[in-house]
């Protein structure tokens, strides 16, 4: 799919470009023509008014870019002939033939194609009179004039082409991102909801055998249950993470403090953090104000304590400190325990990756962190986790009102 969408990117951007350049073409040739046929016009009109005068002002006698001629006819019939010597106008028979098809094309003014001249009638009222000048240099002039926009085409198509195809791999770039992680993101779905799905069938066909034994009958109904629980719970962590990842907000953008919401998050966590054999520490700013969504950062918060108490190393302590930074509110939860590798500090925030794959088998689905790291987004700050000499630093960066 990526591949046909680069093609027609390519063709689009090229059938654009060539027709942008046919019309930058078409108009410089077009103009030349125009300028150049004017400027015959006049001179083939000086050409005309010289053997009968001084000439135009500004142009002395004899001053013109082309070879002309001018015909008439005399009393007696006779073609009478004035030209710069540029012809042999002796030949009254060729003469006659270029009168006559003038005179059968009509019109002021023409062009001869056979004999490649251009024709021009002057003269006063009852003397009419041709003027006929050569085509030659102007056809030169066209003809390397058409030359050379073919080969500044040819030169710019190609150069086109290439960019457009550097241009197409970049552009193509984040929908191949993206068609990757929808293609992971369902497989990774699918992966976690066949083991409980399996779990379910194979408690409900044991059910529908019908065991005489009460205790395994609740045994089976409390691990359907169990797992439809899990399940449900995976379903709605896909449905945030949908929502974060759509830039939809849960909840009204308003100013709050910061730090009140901080020490409200920890409350509850206190009592896990002991049960754990964990000790929670924190450091808490006053008066940090941030433009947000209660809900939704007190869920970011949360799901950094949460992970927190799932990999501090046993009886650590972790460290909660919300501190002004320059124009914003750095919140850091210090996790002590192994350090991970900056490959791994990346993959946290991918969907479905866990540093710990046994963790899988305590509810955690690897969402936890994709879901903060949208939250955040929404709310035009950063997240992101540095390793500690004894552990592991996972920060958030809002921006402080």
Not at 40 to 67: I, K, S
Not at 146 to 160: I, K, P, Q
Not at 180 to 185: D, I, L, S, T
Request: aromatic fraction near 8%.
């Amino acid at each position: 799919m990526i591949a046909r969408l680069r093609v027609k990117f390519v063709l689009l951007n090229m059938a654009f470009v060539t027709l942008l350049l046919a019309a930058v073409f078409i108009v410089v040739l077009r103009t030349t023509q125009t300028v150049l046929e004017a400027d015959a016009l006049r001179d083939m009109r000086q050409a005309a008014l010289e053997p009968a005068g001084p000439g135009l002002p500004g142009r002395r006698p004899g001053e013109r870019r082309l070879p002309c001629f001018t015909l008439r006819m005399g009393a007696r019939g006779e073609v009478i002939a004035a030209g710069d010597g540029w012809y042999d106008l002796t030949d009254e028979v060729w003469l006659r033939e270029l009168l006559a098809a003038a005179a059968q094309q009509g019109g002021e003014q023409g062009i001869l194609t056979e004999y490649g001249l251009r024709f021009c009638w002057t003269g006063a009222p009852g003397r009419p009179a041709v003027t006929f000048a050569d085509m030659s240099g102007e056809a030169r002039t066209m003809g390397a004039l058409l030359r050379t926009c073919l080969a500044a085409g040819g030169v710019a198509f190609l150069g086109f082409l290439a960019a457009s195809v550097l241009l197409s791999s970049w552009a193509a770039a984040p929908a191949a991102r993206a068609w990757e992680q929808q293609r992971q993101f369902v497989a990774d779905a699918s992966h976690e909801l066949k083991t409980p799905l399996t779990v379910i069938l194979t408690n409900a066909e044991l059910l529908r055998v019908g065991p005489d034994d009460q205790a395994a009958r609740d045994r089976f109904t409390a691990s359907i249950l169990t797992t439809a629980r899990q399940m449900r719970s995976l379903t709605e962590s896909l449905l945030e993470l949908a929502r974060t990842e759509d830039g939809r907000t849960v909840g009204t953008m308003e100013r709050l403090d910061f730090s009140h919401l901080v020490r409200e998050a920890l409350l509850p966590f206190e009592p896990v953090f002991f049960e754990a054999g964990l000790t929670l520490d924190s450091k808490i700013e006053e008066g940090l104000f941030v433009k947000g969504t209660v809900g939704q950062l007190l869920q970011a918060t949360d799901i950094l304590l949460d992970n927190a108490q799932k990999y501090t190393a046993p009886g650590g302590t972790v460290t909660v400190t919300l501190e002004r930074k320059g124009r914003g509110c750095l919140l850091t939860v210090l996790t002590p325990g192994r350090s991970l590798s900056p490959q791994e500090r990346r993959d946290v925030f991918r969907r479905f990756y866990r540093a710990d794959p046994v963790r899988s088998r305590e509810g955690s689905y690897g969402l936890g962190l994709s879901i903060a790291q949208g939250i955040v987004s929404q709310h035009g700050g950063r997240i992101w986790a540095e390793s500690e000499a004894d552990g592991n630093a996972f920060r958030i960066r809002l921006p402080a009102l």
